[in-house]
């Protein structure tokens, strides 16, 4: 089944270890996004992709990054993790910039807990 | 700045109406979208208007008003498997969505 694949799905870490989260779309969409949820709050933009090659800084950044190296794959990685970044991280994609469909589709989430 | 407001939650019995209202403030706006997420798991799409207006798709309908800066999404005939939360998300002139917190809806028989 078409769709996006994230992993992994759970995973606790200790404060200050480097963390990534991998994210692979087999829909051949140009635009992946990162984001995060926390309890009261809407999902928050953390990076973005509008094209392989290409990324951007979204809503909240900092203690993030990103890398499209090409159209299926957006990894997100934690330098250092902290306590702070105990969420659940969501990637997606959609088939345009404009969303002129839409419509963005999204991981099944990674639940990070930072200790 | 750019804000949204919508319930924290809302609860409904089974076989009435909901609606769901989302209330924005924007500079810029490019569409008002709907999304369905149930307990630990993603979100998914159920709406998108530009345009003022209803949309409606099957038991689930959709309105938009840009001078208002209103949303509302009806749902109708509510069955127990709506129980979820329903997140209004703008998007604002530079294509970037904003979401709202999300409305945890409960469905009692």
């Known amino acids: 089944i078409a769709g996006i694949t994230q992993a992994p799905t759970s995973q606790i870490l200790a404060a200050g270890r480097r963390m990534t989260l991998r994210c692979t779309q087999d829909m051949r969409h140009n635009a992946m996004y990162w984001y995060r949820q926390d309890l009261g709050l809407g999902l928050r933009l953390i990076h973005y992709s509008n094209t392989a090659g290409t990324t951007g800084k979204g809503e909240v950044p900092d203690g993030y990054s990103v890398s499209r190296a090409n159209t299926d794959d957006f990894p997100l990685t934690l330098a250092s993790a902290v306590p702070s970044q105990t969420s659940v991280y969501f990637c997606a994609s959609s088939d345009s910039v404009d969303f002129n469909t839409g419509e963005l589709f999204f991981g099944e989430g990674s639940r990070l807990t930072v200790l | 700045g750019q804000n949204i407001d919508q319930p924290t939650e809302m609860t409904a019995t089974e076989g009435a109406i909901v609606q769901i209202n989302c209330t924005y403030q924007?500079?810029?706006?490019?569409?008002l979208f709907w999304y369905q997420q149930h307990a630990g798991e993603a979100p998914t799409f159920l709406s998108y208007?530009?345009l003022d207006g209803l949309e409606e798709k099957g038991r689930f309908s959709s309105f938009l008003s840009r001078s208002k800066g209103y949303s509302y999404l009806l749902l109708k005939e509510l069955q127990m498997k709506d129980s979820a939360s329903y997140l209004c998300?703008?998007?604002?002139?530079?294509?970037?969505?904003?979401w709202g917190a999300g409305t945890k809806l409960i469905i009692k028989p």
């Open positions: 208007n530009v």
């Open positions: 924007t500079s810029g706006f490019n569409g």
């Open positions: 998300a703008l998007m604002d002139s530079n294509y970037q969505l904003i």
